[in-house]
């Protein structure tokens, strides 16, 4: 190939934006979905304002839905799509009075850490108010990463979230979602944080 690249390097790239772009964002719509399910409350103010969306461009609108944003938000922080990553300093470190030798592997966990009871107010309880500007118990900088942080963070955080907001939208607008599925879903740490059974969910079509 004359662009430097080789079949196998074109390859591993359609693999990752294939494995990156498609199947995260999929699970977080599945898990969003089933979470709305389980909190009716929620569910139906986003109902109440996705009713009131200029339907001519319903896109804009829903960009507009600060409380789509803060449900999104919550919903990567319960289930992050990735659960882990993983960092290998170039150079010996010291990190917070801790020696990393070069070549150390370390794990960096969304899971563990979203879910730390040390950092969240009730880690374990869907609130997407918990991102409210005004919020007495604002989660900490730093302890809230799905799209990775730093520069290898995710390229398509920005991609994934307005595909999360118009699917969502769309579903939101025509269906009302209840979840069959136990309130805390079992997951299983494969490449990417998979429910353990699948998520049944009943849409119910709205008038
Ligand atoms: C909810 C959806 C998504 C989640 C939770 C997510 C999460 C992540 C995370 C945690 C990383 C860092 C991995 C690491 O550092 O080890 C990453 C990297 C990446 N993501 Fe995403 N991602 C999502 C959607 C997307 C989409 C829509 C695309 C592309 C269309 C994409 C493309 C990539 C690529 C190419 C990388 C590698 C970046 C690099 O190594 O420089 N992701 N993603």
Do not use: L
């Given at each position: 190939m004359d662009n430097g690249w080789d079949r196998s390097e074109i390859r591993d790239e359609v693999v990752t934006l294939l494995l990156a772009g498609h199947e995260t964002t999929a699970l977080m719509l599945a898990y969003t979905v089933h979470l709305l399910g389980k909190n009716p409350v929620v569910r139906d103010q986003i109902i109440s304002t996705t009713d009131k969306t200029d339907i001519k461009n319903p896109a804009k609108s829903l960009r507009q839905s600060t409380l789509l944003d803060r449900v999104l938000k919550e919903s990567l922080r319960l289930y992050p799509p990735a659960y882990a990553i993983f960092r290998q300093p170039t150079e010996d470190v010291m990190l917070n009075g801790y020696e990393i030798s070069e070549g150390t592997i370390l794990c960096l966990s969304q899971w563990v850490t979203h879910r730390d009871h040390r950092l969240y107010d009730s880690p374990y309880e869907f609130r997407p108010n918990r991102w409210n500007s005004d919020s007495l118990t604002p989660p900490p900088t730093g302890m809230y990463f799905p799209f990775a942080?730093?520069?290898?963070?995710?390229?398509g955080e920005r991609l994934a979230l307005i595909e999360g907001k118009v699917v969502l939208g769309k579903i939101l607008q025509n269906f009302t979602p209840e979840s069959f599925a136990e309130d805390t879903l079992e997951v299983i740490p494969s490449l990417s944080t998979q429910p353990k059974d699948p998520i049944k969910i009943k849409l119910k079509q709205r008038n």
């Open positions: 942080a730093g520069p290898r963070r995710c390229i």
